[in-house]
């Protein structure tokens, strides 16, 4: 498109685009599908969520490694009673502290820097848990790629989110539980035939990869924008949609949102129903996600499997787990853009709905003025709760049996229909403009 035919269209759009009328937005989508289709795109979320499958990887790797080392022929790193939990749980406080320094890093390095910030943990966590010569080494390393999937699970959402066109946001945004899904998968795969140190050193491989690939991706826009750096927020989202498409209308839309949340937010604005309900929302979909327990029988697995009279090997049906759940969040995937978050969310189990949609959401509706410190608040929540049922689970299993932790799960996964009904927006197909819009006027118009 021309430039100077281009820009009575960017002057209309920037300053009308507020009302969202329906005839204009399917107007206006129209000229700028062709972005969809634009492969940079694609490689850039594939880029990031390299790290969500290194945390996938890394938050399952004690279901296979606790019962190697309970029968360990040295003291020095031999799992007890005692151990044993600390060693599942311990990477969920690394989550947390992870979570709490980004939000200092969302809004200071920025979400792609973030990203690639939080390789480094990872690599030396790695590391440490692959030569350890005691259980200190073991737990530091888990400490430290708990840290940095802490980091990744508040960076990456927000940064997917951010680069995403509204139309494939829905099956972008479910790549993070995709990728983690996968990370698991794997693990549990490898598990067959490694060894606890080998499977540490080839959690090394993605964390490299991922470094590697992000050098050559683009900032988020919003981020850019918010930094004074117009220029190269615009070429950041020339590189995301193509160069023969309407970018710049776009590009105007992203740039009078951020000008309005330029500023920081202070105490007082805390009130604001604008900001309030979606963080409330968010914080507590991540601490309802925690307590239906997928945290804790993801770590303890094989463990769990132990317990039954299941006919096949516990590392087997940690893997057959591991299969249907990547089927399930596929499902969620392709569905949601089609069938709506809300509806999966009423429908599911964990994988089709309460894993993807609760970190696309969190994404979605978060203001971009506090979406960094946000997102960091919604992990450490998170986080936090799944380090005490971690903590908690196997001394309540050797104590009570599996019935009780399982009654607990299901009551909550019960009431979370309730706050799913009451209290979650359908964000299907609505840029980010529009939610900021609808939590800013509290007009559903702006989401039909």
């Known amino acids: 498109m021309d430039p100077s035919a281009r ?46 499958f290194s945390f996938g990887f890394a938050l399952v790797y004690p279901s296979p490694v606790i019962p190697a080392l309970e029968a360990h022929p040295s003291p020095a790193l031999r799992l007890d009673q005692h151990t044993a939990p600390w060693f599942g749980s311990v990477f969920t406080l690394g989550a947390a502290a992870g979570g709490l320094s980004t939000m200092m890093l969302n809004d200071c390095l920025g979400r792609k820097l973030s990203i690639m910030f939080s390789a480094l943990p990872s690599a030396v966590g790695y590391a440490l848990m692959a030569s350890a010569q005691g259980v200190w080494m073991l737990l530091l390393g888990r400490v430290l790629t708990g840290y940095a999937g802490g980091v990744t699970s508040a960076s990456i959402p927000v940064y997917i989110s951010e680069i995403s066109h509204p139309g494939v946001r829905g099956m972008l945004g479910a790549c993070p539980q995709i990728m983690a899904v996968l990370g698991s998968l794997v693990l549990y795969a490898l598990g067959l035939v490694l060894d606890w140190r080998w499977l540490a050193v080839a959690g090394e491989v993605p964390v490299l990869v991922m470094i590697i690939l992000l050098c050559f991706m683009p900032n988020s826009p919003r981020f850019l924008l918010s930094q004074g750096k117009e220029e190269e927020a615009l070429g950041s989202l ?114 089709l709905g309460w894993g993807p949609i609760t970190w696309l959401l969190m994404s979605e509706i978060l203001p971009l003025k506090a979406r960094g410190v946000a997102s960091g608040l919604c992990v450490i929540v998170s986080w936090l709760t799944a380090f005490t049922l971690t903590q908690f689970f196997l001394p309540v299993v050797n104590a009570f049996g599996l019935e009780v932790p399982f009654l607990f799960f299901a009551v909550i996964s019960a009431g979370n229909i309730l706050f799913t009904g009451c209290c979650v927006p359908e964000t299907k197909g609505r840029s980010l403009e529009q939610i900021e819009a609808f939590f800013r006027t509290g007009r559903r118009s702006f989401m039909r």
């Open 7 to 52: 820009e009575p269209l960017v002057r209309k759009t920037s300053s009308s685009y507020q009302t969202f009328p329906e005839s204009s937005v399917r107007r206006l989508d129209k000229e700028y599908l062709r972005s969809l289709h634009n492969k940079r795109l694609y490689l850039a979320v594939f880029a990031a969520v390299l790290g969500n």
């Open 238 to 351: 020339c590189w995301l949609r193509g160069k023969d498409t309407d970018y710049a209308r776009e590009y105007e839309q992203i740039k009078d949102s951020v000008r309005k949340q330029s500023r920081r937010v202070s105490c007082a604005e805390i009130k604001d129903p604008f900001l309030y309900k979606p963080i409330l929302i968010a914080g507590v979909m991540r601490f309802l996600q925690q307590l239906s327990g997928v945290t804790c029988i993801l770590v303890y697995l094989q463990s769990i499997f132990k317990k039954t009279s299941v006919i096949l090997k516990p590392e087997y049906d940690a893997a057959l787990v591991g299969l249907v759940r990547l089927f399930s969040v596929a499902i969620a995937a392709v569905s949601m853009d089609k069938a709506g978050r809300k509806i999966l969310l009423f429908v599911s189990g964990y994988a």
